[in-house]
């Protein structure tokens, strides 16, 4: 109204009204009011389902659905199902990580690396060909399974830790690849071992590496939005330490030749199982991901990419594929 | 021969009441000295009140034309030099690691031109309010040069931390140096607003017409004091030092009324555009950082649109908005012309980025990155051209028709002293041959 007012009198003459001035900083003060953005729901389950406490009890977060079978030719999908969607969509949209060397990072504009190759190896078993069929949706850790679970993306494969209380969310894959947490410090850093870690600011990014921080370390948590940003924290000074998973870690390495890798926790405290993530309901799509996957173990295209991405480039300890375990979960009514 | 008691009576009354009436009654000497005062004060106050505000009205059009316009430009200057650095900056981010030709000469030169402003701004003696501002930039100004140098480093290396130095860099630019920049413009903002209030204000010649008319009455009164006492109807002084003071009345008036008309001009066509010109000019650099954080962000991030929204209601609402209001006050074909550029331009820009937003939707990335990165890019600064030109004409028809203000107003001082000699002139010459019959 007031801006009404002010344009009405600059325009009549002869009136002496508060003028341009005023037009031009109340345009400015508005935009200085927070604008309201739509936040996502929440997705993360707040009480423990029955599915989750038996999940907890008996060990079940790397439990997934056994795979299709057969799995057919490339380009071959079951009729009317999520896969054929997604042929007749054209597109795979898959959430990745940028900016972890060796396993999401980009370069010359596309993001390439292990689980991007993961990605497309998919892509090509559903459309043929992976040529043009895979887009990369960049992620920050706090957003990967998220945006799997509201269907944002169709698949996330960006070293998502399947832990039980995910699976209220998401359904994952087997697992496809076992990193272990440890701490990124300053070669120069005072810190040796798991006692040295009392008081220390540690970066952290993901809600599973601060609860092992908490339950077992007097480390002091600090998170930061992107495994990046805690690298930077880290050359800045702001933190002592970065306890991430080995498989970012190594990447960093290359990056800054001044760090250093520590393992101080026990390895049972530290294993991590990455799942390929996807909405609930998925199963088909999770059961044909999983036949896939299998594939890729037996024909040693999993271990040439590990190797390529991984071993060759960051002297990544070498693995083996990760042995599956001897059940699988039961399929949904 | 003999008169009765109450005749003798009456006379002796009438005798003493004659005597009193003298003695109360002040001689004709003494009244025409006071006269004298009282024109001479009259005069000296005349004076004295159209000097001062000759005064306040030139120290207006001074600080309009040598302190608050130049520190508006500059602190616009400033912001655009920023949000120059950080485009340039930030669309390296959006493009291969080899950086463009001629990417890094475009960062350098708008940190350098940023720190100049910030120099000239400094030195310029800032309102207190301000000097906060200007010492946050000062100190934070490095440390955001700092992070993109390593960023920059980093990306030719090949090391994604670069990315979230960035990151890190366009998150301080835009939270603590932008801001900042905003309120400095602000404040200039309204330092030339309250300066045009103080230099068109008719309060100065409402008091003088005042002054002066008083003075007027007071001479005209004297003439006729002179012609009843003195039984000389014409009194050349008298009359001289009247047609003096109305002269004077009406010259300060008519001169102190021509400055106001100079200064509402510069303001009408000068400061007033220059005004919605800068800032929409603020605000289409901040809506162009929107889009490139939008995809660098991918989408994951709603606020960057959200707040594009926003600016673009700001800049094109038909209520209000700062182009409509600028169309809306173009009292000629040049600026009409410029603003309908501008219109144009700005239309060019919001189609191309529909595209994008379009391709960002369909999560094609790539594609809406090279699309902002060329054609978007050429529309932003297609646009930042035409705004720089309206601005520039704008700026230069405000110092113009302050020029002409200050200009009239510089002769003043001595056509008030001048006229206010001759007036006491006048009145004593015209006084004081009537006072020399007494003596």
């Excluded at chain 2, 031109?113 to 030195?123: F, G, T, V």
């Amino acid at each position: 109204m007031r801006r009404t007012v002010a344009v009405v009198c600059l325009v009549a003459a002869g009136c002496s009204s508060s003028d341009a001035s005023s037009v031009a900083i109340d345009a400015l003060a508005a935009l200085d009011v927070e604008v309201s953005t739509p936040t996502t729901e929440a997705t993360a389950s707040t009480t423990t389902s029955p599915d989750r406490a038996r999940c907890e009890q008996d060990g079940l977060e790397t439990v997934s659905y056994a795979p299709l079978e057969p799995l057919g030719a490339p380009g071959e999908v079951p009729p009317g199902s999520f896969m054929a969607e997604l042929q007749q969509r054209g597109r795979l949209f898959v959430g990745v990580d940028e900016s972890t060397p060796g396993l999401a990072e980009r370069d010359a504009g596309e993001i390439v690396g292990f689980e991007v190759d993961i990605a497309r190896e998919i892509a090509t078993q559903i459309f043929g060909s992976a040529d043009g069929r895979v887009v990369t949706v960049p992620l920050t850790p706090d957003e990967k399974v998220d945006l799997a679970a509201d269907g944002t993306v169709d698949l996330t494969i960006s070293a998502v830790t399947m832990t039980c209380d995910r699976w209220d969310d998401v359904d994952f894959s087997a697992e496809y690849f076992r990193a272990h947490q440890k701490f990124l410090a300053r070669q120069d850093s005072p810190i040796a071992t798991d006692a040295d870690l009392a008081g220390r600011r540690v970066c952290v990014t993901g809600s599973s590496s601060r609860r092992i921080l908490e339950d077992h370390t007097r480390a002091q948590p600090e998170e930061r939005p992107a495994r990046t940003d805690c690298l930077v924290a880290l050359q800045e000074g702001e933190v002592d330490a970065y306890f991430s998973h080995d498989s970012f870690l190594f990447g960093m390495l290359q990056q800054d030749p001044t760090l250093q890798v520590l393992d101080l926790l026990p390895p049972e405290l530290t294993v991590t199982h990455y799942g390929i993530a996807t909405a609930k309901g998925r199963v088909e799509l999770v059961q044909f991901v999983n036949a896939v996957l299998a594939e890729l173990f037996v024909d040693g295209t999993w271990s040439r990419l590990v190797t390529t991405w991984l071993v060759e480039p960051l002297s990544f300890p070498p693995q083996d594929p990760p042995r599956w375990p001897a059940t699988f979960r039961e399929v949904p009514a | 021969m003999l008169r009765s008691a109450g005749v003798i009576e009456a006379g002796a009354q009438e005798r003493e009441g004659s005597v009193v009436r003298r003695a109360l009654a002040p001689s004709t000497p003494a009244a025409l000295r006071g006269a004298a005062a009282i024109l001479v004060v009259g005069t000296v106050a005349l004076a004295a009140i159209a000097l001062d505000i000759a005064d306040d009205r030139l120290a207006a059009v001074d600080h309009i034309a040598d302190e608050a316009t130049p520190l508006l430009v500059d602190s616009e200057s400033l912001y655009v030099a920023l949000a120059g650095a950080d485009a340039a900056a930030s669309t390296a981010f959006l493009e291969a690691r080899i950086e463009p030709h001629g990417r890094r000469e475009e960062y350098l030169g708008s940190v350098a031109h940023a720190a100049r402003e910030l120099a000239d701004i400094s030195r310029s003696g800032v309102t207190v309010a301000a000097t906060d501002a200007v010492t946050t930039m000062t100190e934070r100004l490095p440390r955001y040069a700092g992070l993109v140098e390593v960023a920059r480093t980093n990306r030719l290396l090949g090391h994604p931390v670069g990315d979230a130095y960035q990151r890190h860099a366009s998150r301080l630019l835009r939270d603590e140096l932008l801001p900042n920049a905003t309120t400095v413009f602000e404040l200039a903002t309204r330092d030339v607003h309250a300066s045009y209030r103080s230099g068109t204000s008719t309060r100065g010649e409402s008091i003088l017409l005042l002054v002066g008319g008083v003075l007027v009455l007071v001479l005209v009164a004297t003439q006729v004091f002179v012609a009843v006492r003195t039984r000389r109807f014409l009194n050349l002084g008298l009359l001289g030092a009247t047609a003096a003071a109305v002269g004077l009345t009406v010259l300060t008036t008519t001169l102190l009324g021509a400055q106001r008309d100079a200064l509402s001009d510069s303001q009408r066509r000068g400061s007033d555009p220059l005004v919605l010109l800068a800032t929409t000019r603020i605000l289409v650099l901040r809506s162009v950082a929107d889009v490139n954080l939008d995809l660098v962000e991918q989408g994951t991030e709603t606020e960057h649109m959200a707040d594009f929204a926003a600016v673009t209601a700001e800049i094109d609402s038909v209520e209000g908005g700062l182009l409509p209001t600028t169309r809306a006050i173009a009292d000629d074909d040049t600026m009409r012309t410029s603003v309908e550029t501008i219109d144009g331009r700005y239309a060019d820009f919001l189609a191309t980025q529909e595209r994008v937003r379009a391709l960002a939707d369909e999560k094609d990335y790539p594609t809406a990155i090279e699309l902002a990165t060329t054609e978007l890019a050429v529309a932003a600064a297609a646009l930042d051209d035409a705004l720089d030109a309206a601005t520039t004409t704008a700026r230069r028809r405000l110092e113009q028709h302050a020029a002409a203000a200050e200009d009239g107003l510089r002769p003043l001082p001595l056509v008030i002293a001048l006229g206010a000699l001759l007036i006491g002139a006048a009145a004593l010459g015209g006084l004081w041959p009537r006072l020399k019959e007494y003596r």
